[in-house]
């Protein structure tokens, strides 16, 4: 069974599953690629002072993967619960895999409607050009017990940035739950190996 299944991977999906894997957690993002992320040109991210949608999503794919999660090109198409987990339906390529997960972070961006099959409780929104949130409490939970959502199907602010860093606040308080104490991600400056670093 899989820790996390995280369902989308734009800046809020990329960004929580990075923080998830490096805690340790078996993680799988799946992408259906149709983010809104891929149209922008992006010049307000800070540490990114000119950076198109597509790269950034990019660079979120190869940071995540490279502290072990496991990315897979594709849609969820059905969610149910089963036993303590979910069960999920993933189509790739014309092919269908299911996955087993404990615990679901939805970060669908536009998409609302996987949502709403497993039961969660859909708001409108206030961004503009968005039509629905999943609704979430201050920590990012769900209505239903196990599922969290970030950036910007859970409301935030239509910008990377503030997705992102969504995406990273709800993963921490995630792994705070599961902990059961504030969890917190520093490295040393002094722990840096020498040399280039990937
Ligand atoms: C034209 C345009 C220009 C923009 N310019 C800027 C800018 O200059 N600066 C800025 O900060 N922001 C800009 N933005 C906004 C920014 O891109 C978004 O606010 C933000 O990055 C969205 O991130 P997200 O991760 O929440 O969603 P998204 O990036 O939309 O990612 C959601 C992902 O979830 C996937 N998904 C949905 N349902 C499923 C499913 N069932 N199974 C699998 N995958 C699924 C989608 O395919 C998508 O890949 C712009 C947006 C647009 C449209």
Known sequence: MIDVVVIGGGPAGASAALFLAKAGLSVVVVDAGQGITKKAWIRNHLGLPD???PELVELGRRQ???FGARWIDGTVVDASREGDGFRLIVERDGDRETLKARQL???TGLWTDLAERIGVHIVPAKEPRVKANVAVDPEGRTNVPGVWAAGTVAGASVHTIVTAGDGARVAINLLS??????YVDHDLLSDRPAGPTA
């Open 51 to 53: 950076v198109t949608g």
């Open 64 to 66: 995540a993967t490279a």
């Open 105 to 107: 972070l939805l970060a």
């Open 177 to 182: 739950a599961l902990r059961g104490e504030r």
